[in-house]
Structures are given as structure tokens and as C-alpha cells.
């Protein structure tokens, strides 16, 4: 069971927008400014997204976006394209008790 | 362009130890960031395993702790992972990966291809 709870799937059609959920707890996502998003396509290496809740890497298309709400965190993805077709996970530095690294289960994004 | 490459043993007997190195270009690590291991199981989703800075100081994910070590070489500008008395359920690929400049900041820009490493006599 994964630190970060994610929805298992979800879909949308080219050209439409899909927001990706992140709920995790005081001490991690809800704690800290420290999500992070990664696309990921089996057989590749995954990348970064988003980082620090809402920073976006040089490079990373502008219709990826993130924000963060209490202990849930969203990474949402404006003009879907057939490339956007992925795996996606959540991350979040969780402290208080130990220093660590938490991901989420993943969501598998089908592009209709 | 930073670039990452893991190598190390494919196929490791349960009981024994995993070692992997990652080895780093188009940055020295003595200037600084963070970089770590993370692991995909098959079917399943990342993990994170541990990081470390150039100074040695490392992080490990409490469920592995006893079992992980990771280390730094600044002289080759690679860092290294041993995973101890490995059983079937370690059975996954291995992403090196640099993490960001500052403690838990930044996520992790760079990652390697990774490695699939079977645990199975």
C-alpha cells in the first residue's frame, strides 16, 4: 500500500483536461511544499513534471501544471495529447518522524 | 547534458547482496546536489530507497534501512547501492537518479534508464 493514495486510472479525449489527485497526510503533502509529479511510459525512464507543488523543469510543456490544497495535491493536464498517454506518479518528502521520500501508487492516464 | 547509467549484476541468488553503481556525466557530484535510488517492482509503483550528497550524509527509506547502504565516490563521480539479504520481492529495475540542490527540493530531474535486477536461484 502506498504512502500517497492516487486514483488507479483515468481518461479523458484529445484536445480535454484531466486532473490527477494526490492525497496523502499532515506530515507529507499537506506539511511541505515538496510534490512532485513524474511521467512515466513503461520501458522509459521517468520524468519530471512538476516539482515544489507548482514548478515547472525547463522544457515540460505549459499544459502541465500543479497545485496542492490541505494534504492533496493535483497535477493537472490542459489540451491532452495522444502523448500525454502514461503512467503518473506523486511524490512528497514526508518528515516528523523519519527524513524520507514517499511516491503514490501511480495513475495510468488513457487518452481516448 | 547530465546523464546517469546504472550497471550492475542482472541476476542476484536470494539471501545475497545486491550491488549496483550509478555513474554520473556532464556534472561532478563534488558540486553539489543530492542523488538517489529509486526502485520499480514489477507490476507496481516507485519506490524511493535513499539519497545521498557528495558528503556522504545519507537518507534511507525506513522499511529498507537495515538492509541499504549507499555510498559516493567523488573520485569516479559515481555513488553505489548495496541491498543486503535480498529475497524475490526485491526483484525490481533500479533508477539512480539526481535529486535537487537542496534537501528534499527540487524532485528528481535526472534519472539513469535502469536496471532490472531478478533475485532467483
Known amino acids: 500500500q502506498s504512502a500517497l493514495t492516487q486514483p488507479r486510472s483515468v481518461s479523458g479525449s484529445p484536445g480535454q483536461s484531466v486532473t490527477i489527485s494526490c492525497t496523502g497526510t499532515?506530515?507529507?503533502?499537506?506539511?511541505?511544499?515538496?510534490v512532485s509529479w513524474y511521467q512515466h511510459h513503461p520501458g522509459k525512464a521517468p520524468k519530471l513534471m512538476i516539482s515544489?507543488?507548482?514548478k515547472r523543469p525547463s522544457g515540460v510543456p505549459d499544459r502541465f501544471s500543479g497545485s496542492k490544497s490541505g494534504n492533496t495535491a493535483s497535477l493537472t493536464i490542459s489540451g491532452l495529447q495522444a502523448e500525454d498517454e502514461a503512467d503518473y506518479y506523486c511524490?512528497?518528502?514526508?518528515?516528523?518522524?523519519?527524513?524520507?521520500?514517499?511516491f503514490g501508487g501511480g495513475t495510468k492516464l488513457t487518452v481516448l | 547534458q547530465v546523464q546517469l547509467q546504472e550497471s550492475g549484476p542482472g541476476l542476484v541468488k536470494p539471501s545475497e547482496t545486491l550491488s549496483l553503481t550509478c555513474a554520473v556525466s556532464g556534472y561532478s557530484i563534488s558540486n553539489g546536489y543530492y542523488w538517489g535510488w529509486i526502485r520499480q517492482s514489477p507490476g507496481k509503483g516507485l519506490e524511493w530507497i535513499g539519497t545521498?550528497?557528495?558528503?556522504?550524509?545519507?537518507y534511507y527509506n525506513p522499511s529498507l534501512k537495515s538492509r541499504v547502504t549507499i555510498s559516493v565516490d567523488t573520485s569516479k563521480n559515481q555513488f553505489s547501492l548495496k541491498l543486503t539479504s535480498v529475497t524475490a520481492a526485491d526483484t525490481a529495475v533500479y533508477y539512480c537518479?539526481?535529486?535537487?540542490?537542496?534537501?528534499?527540493?527540487?524532485?528528481?530531474?535526472?534519472w539513469g534508464q535502469g536496471t532490472l535486477v531478478t533475485v532467483s536461484s
Open positions: 511524490c512528497s518528502y514526508a518528515g516528523s518522524y523519519t527524513f524520507e521520500v514517499v
Open positions: 545521498i550528497y557528495h558528503s556522504g550524509s545519507t
Open positions: 515544489d507543488v507548482t
Open positions: 499532515s506530515r507529507d503533502v499537506g506539511g511541505y511544499n515538496y
Open positions: 537518479a539526481r535529486a535537487g540542490i537542496q534537501l528534499w527540493s527540487g524532485g528528481f530531474d535526472y
